[in-house]
């Protein structure tokens, strides 16, 4: 079974996906932060892929982009190090990136490495869902990666009728129009809009993304749907830190609480 | 037929590569812009602007000493003495009245060398909508009299400062802040990038530039058809004005020239179609300089407005078919066309304009072939480059 669907099939509330950049700040941070993230206490390992030109991403990511890329990291070197992290690490792990690295490195080929490593999942936020449908799902299906479309303030209850009906695992909904870590706190009308999309009963679980930072801000999500997902704040804790694997769990704790 | 098709794509290039969160905004725009474009009140009113606004039509001008100095019959397509001193502006005005008639509020446009950045500030205030340009850092040191055209027209400049702080960073900057404004405001895209259905909207916003050729060659040489049509190519807009009513009239060549910079191997060339490889830039697939992994290369030129990783998806479709002639031009040949033009004809052209005049150089033809060469821009802009240069 997917570890996506074995997470959400028992345990259904205050899920927490912690998102890092992938060779940041260090090319071998990547299983420490990775073990820390499990042994704090989270649910969910989302792993960025860095590329040029993040679109989605506000400048705490995009920072961390421009200094993985500088760091060395690749696809390559990241299928490298992710090579038997499954020894160690039992949390579903989801890929994170933009289409144009992946597409270079080959689609089907990116799948079967995916595979192999132990990912249980991708989020591609410039992949439209009818590209997907036409070009990748069998793909994805093949492979039993579980992709993950995001949903916005402005996406219409029909498109994500439609996204549900296409969705495994969990559907991402950002939380604001915003790129990532553009705002903080949640305001009335995202509640307005995340009790709006809690009442249309989805078959997916939804994870809110995007402003999310600490124990409040994660369970004032958590009421309105199956959890959260942190990107931006986790990058900033993790910048300057002399020992990530104490920091790391000490802020996963205090968010979980 | 060289047309967008139904899911946005030219051949194997183009499509919508983009974050769910613009999702409605380009989908409320490929619903509504044909319909808008086509209305009678659309028209009437992009029409007399077009004319006494921006100053069209823009003479087909015979010139007879470049010709003289090439063997052929050369034609320049005076886009120079547009309003604003370019092209941009056929672009920005049918996108405002776009924008106006979708209800929007507030216009936001990305320009590397400014000239994009100008003609949307221009129709913004025209329109009396708010404006705001992102502009790269460095390329707000490099343009600074266009930054305060900006500035006395009543826009907002931002400095992109990601990156490698140019026109792929100041696009960059402008979708992200699209996507944290998506309600009230349009995106002015300048040249025919982005996701679909930009590059066809703005090809056919530049097509009055074949349009007119057409006629006016009609008028001066009883032949709606030249033997080729030279235009240079960034992103590609002026190209796609010049190219659009020839695309599938295979006996007119169309000849874009790229910027070679330095030399196409030097390290220091924004040749895209010889050093790029098929793969996604700002919402559509098409040719870019890229690396192995897929992260995008910085390109150099002289010309800041042809200083750009990508292409339009349509070039890419054209380059891909053998439709068009793709030549690199470098920095130096560039400048020399420009200085011949300033000394055979009095006009001073835009860079980007005289790496289209270079490809005279380029190209054989026989001595009463009729060509046209789209004269994108005038080189005010570009005095500083020009005497840092010193050539002449």
């Known amino acids: ?257 | 037929m060289i047309r967008v098709d139904e899911k946005g794509f030219y051949g194997k290039f183009g499509g919508a590569y983009i974050p769910e969160m613009l999702h409605p905004n380009i989908e409320e725009l490929r619903e509504n812009y044909e319909s808008i474009m086509a209305s009678p009140d659309f028209q009437q009113e992009f029409q007399m602007l077009l004319k006494d606004y921006v100053g069209r039509p823009t003479p087909l001008y015979y010139a007879s000493r470049l010709s003289e100095r090439h063997g052929a019959k050369i034609y320049l397509k005076r886009e120079d003495l547009c309003h604003t001193g370019a092209h941009k502006v056929n672009n920005t005005i049918g996108q405002i009245l776009l924008a106006k008639r979708l209800g929007k509020k507030r216009i936001i446009a990305e320009t590397g060398a400014g000239q994009h950045g100008v003609a949307t500030a221009t129709v913004c205030a025209l329109m009396g909508m708010e404006c705001t340009v992102y502009m790269g850092e460095l390329d707000i040191h490099r343009q600074r009299p266009n930054v305060e055209r900006m500035k006395i027209l009543g826009a907002k400049v931002v400095p992109a400062t990601s990156g490698s702080k140019t026109l792929k960073d100041a696009t960059n900057e402008a979708m992200r802040a699209w996507i944290n404004n998506p309600v009230d405001t349009h995106y002015i895209i300048g040249s025919v990038v982005g996701p679909h259905p930009y590059p066809e909207m703005v090809a056919l916003f530049q097509s009055v530039i074949s349009e007119e050729i057409k006629w006016q060659l009609q008028e001066k040489e009883g032949r709606e058809n030249p033997d080729a049509v030279i235009a240079c190519v960034g992103g590609g807009s002026n190209a796609a004005g010049a190219f659009y009513h020839y695309y599938d009239v295979p006996e007119v060549r169309l000849i874009a020239a790229e910027a070679g910079g330095l030399g196409v191997h030097s390290g220091k060339s924004a040749a895209t179609t010889a050093l790029g490889t098929p793969g996604i830039l700002h919402g559509s697939k098409t040719i870019l300089m890229q690396t192995e992994d897929g992260q995008v290369i910085e390109p150099h030129s002289i010309s800041a407005g042809l200083d750009y990783p990508g292409i339009g998806p349509v070039h890419a479709h054209l380059f891909d078919i053998g439709r068009g002639e793709f030549l690199a031009v470098e920095d130096e040949d560039a400048m020399k066309a420009g200085i011949e033009l300033s000394r055979l004809e009095g006009i001073i052209p835009a860079i980007e304009s005289a790496h289209a005049l270079h490809a005279l150089n380029m190209i054989e033809f026989k001595k009463d072939d009729i060509i046209v060469v789209n004269l994108s821009g005038r080189g005010d802009k570009d005095l500083e480059t020009y005497i840092k240069w010193g050539g002449y």
Do not use: W
């Open chain 1, 1 to 257: 079974m997917n570890r996506i669907q074995y997470l959400f099939n028992t345990k259904k509330e205050r899920v927490l996906s912690i998102y890092f950049t992938a060779g940041f700040p260090h090319l071998e941070d990547t299983l420490p932060i990775m073990e820390a993230i499990q042994a704090g206490g989270a649910d969910i390992i989302e792993i960025g892929v860095p590329y040029s030109d993040p679109i989605a991403d506000g400048p705490t990511i995009q920072d961390s982009n421009q200094i993985a890329l500088e760091n060395g990291m690749s696809l390559k070197k990241l299928f490298e190090q992710l090579k038997g992290f499954r020894a160690k690490i039992n949390l579903p792990v989801v890929l994170m990136g933009y289409l144009n690295p992946i597409i270079q490195y080959g689609m089907e080929e990116f799948c079967q490495k995916c595979k192999e490593v132990g990912i249980d999942g991708l989020i591609l936020p410039d992949l439209p869902m009818q590209q997907y449908l036409d070009d990748y799902k069998e793909m994805f299906e093949k492979y039993d990666l579980f992709n993950t479309f995001l949903i916005s303030p402005q996406t219409s209850e029909k498109r994500i009728r439609e996204i549900d009906a296409n969705s495994n695992g969990f559907i991402y909904m950002v939380s604001s129009h915003s790129i990532t870590g553009a705002k903080s706190g949640i305001s009335e009308e995202q509640v307005t809009y995340f009790e709006r999309v809690k009442a249309m009963g989805l078959k997916n679980p939804r994870l809110i993304g995007f402003g999310i930072s600490d124990a409040e801000t994660f369970s004032t999500a958590s009421q309105y749907s199956n959890g959260a997902i942190i990107g931006s704040a986790f990058i900033k804790k993790i910048k300057d830190s002399a020992n990530l694997n104490a920091d790391i769990q000490e802020y996963i704790k205090s968010v979980i609480q």
